[in-house]
């Protein structure tokens, strides 16, 4: 079974600041990671993905994420955090067979003070 | 491309009435579709997948259950609503590499 654990339900920072949204993952098997945004009211939109190629995976609107395999971690980062980014942010994990069902953490709202 | 339409976006239900949504997919074939709900504070709980037309698995018991009667067309529903069916409610479909979700239904029984 796989399963995902983001730490800290909310997440505060100024604008300008670091972001850094917290994922640890369990699996059995090489995992596929992902990052998923939610604005409110509205679906999941990608954000960036780890297929088993690079383990530093660049996504868009600048958030990026590594995969730490020996930390069983795929922590979010942004180097400078923008109004534009408060929303609900959420790690997911599947098997790398492709096709088979996501496993989503709880999620993290992040807020951004200006 | 593949598109994911979702309807309708909002819907406020008394207790006890039945229950219907409907998720289609554009731009792809024998998808592998998904329903799950999203409680605030609990992320999204799967609720059902299915891989093919008339092939439905459950992850959950529940008072919900889904149907696939065509290839690209994925419905929730329920026969008697309940106060703690309210959620969001989200449709997606598998790709080979990522998962692709509708825009979402907000559900409210009262």
């Known amino acids: 079974a796989q399963s995902v654990t983001q730490l800290g339900s909310h997440v505060s920072v100024s604008e300008g600041a670091l972001v850094l949204l917290r994922c640890n993952y369990s699996?059995?098997?090489?995992?596929?990671l992902f990052w998923y945004v939610q604005y409110p009211n509205q679906g999941l939109q990608l954000l960036l993905k780890?297929?088993?190629?690079?383990?530093l995976v660049k996504g868009i609107n600048g958030f990026e994420a590594e995969f730490k395999k020996s930390e069983t971690s795929f922590h979010l980062t942004k180097p400078s955090a923008h109004m534009s980014d408060a929303a609900e942010y959420f790690c997911?994990?599947?098997?790398?067979?492709?096709?088979?069902?996501?496993?989503f953490g709880k999620g993290t709202m992040l807020l951004v003070s200006p | 491309s593949q598109t994911i339409h979702q309807w309708p976006a909002t819907l406020v239900q008394p207790v006890g009435s039945p229950l219907s949504l409907e998720c289609t997919v554009e731009?792809?074939?024998?998808?592998?579709l998904y329903w799950y709900r999203q409680a605030a504070g609990r992320g999204l709980q799967l609720l059902f997948y299915?891989?093919?037309?008339?092939?439905i698995s459950s992850e959950v018991p529940q008072n919900l259950s889904a149907s696939r009667p065509q290839d690209r067309q994925f419905i929730l529903s329920s026969k008697k609503l309940l106060l703690s069916d309210s959620g969001f409610y989200l449709c997606?479909?598998?790709?080979?590499?990522?998962?692709?979700f509708g825009q979402g239904t907000r559900l409210t029984v009262v």
């Open positions: 997606a479909w598998r790709g080979q590499d990522e998962a692709f």
């Open positions: 699996s059995s098997v090489p995992p596929y």
């Open positions: 780890y297929t088993s190629a690079a383990t």
């Open positions: 299915s891989v093919g037309i008339g092939q």
């Open positions: 731009g792809t074939s024998n998808p592998n």
């Open positions: 997911a994990v599947s098997d790398e067979s492709g096709y088979s069902t996501l496993t």
